[in-house]
């Protein structure tokens, strides 16, 4: 199986910046893709940024400019820097991965996720 683990939440001043961090590691055979989602109180989770295995990036655009997304492909890491964090960030902030799982039997990518990191932006 594939696991996620995530780091880097915290509580941060509005303008002030945090790094997010997810790790993933297990029976692995390629990762299509890394991407960081994100669910405030009393609302739907929502895609924030993805970064694929070819090397495009792309954003929310409520988070573009303020937040950069990158990957380490020799450690199976996938980052978020957030800059300029406004109080409409907070949320608990989930990675996701797709990726093959190294099988006898191949199959198709498949959708692992994270535990979730709270973010906490205060005014």
């Known amino acids: 199986q594939v696991q996620l683990v995530e780091s880097g939440g915290g509580l941060v001043q509005a303008g002030g910046s945090l790094r997010l961090s997810c790790a993933a590691s297990?029976?692995?055979?390629?990762?299509?893709?890394m991407n960081w989602y994100r669910q405030a109180p009393g609302k739907q989770r929502e895609w924030v940024a993805s970064?694929?295995?070819?090397?495009?990036?792309n954003y929310a655009d409520s988070v573009k400019g303020r937040s950069t997304i990158s990957r380490d492909n020799a450690k199976n890491t996938v980052y978020l820097q957030m800059d300029s964090l406004k109080p409409e960030d907070t949320a608990v902030y989930y990675c996701?991965?797709?990726?093959?799982?190294?099988?006898?039997?191949?199959?198709?990518?498949?959708?692992?996720w994270g535990q979730g990191t709270q973010v906490t932006v205060s005014s």
């Open positions: 970064s694929t295995s070819g090397g495009s990036t």
């Open positions: 996701n991965v797709r990726a093959i799982p190294l099988q006898i039997i191949p199959v198709r990518a498949r959708d692992y």
């Open positions: 297990g029976k692995i055979a390629s990762i299509e893709s």
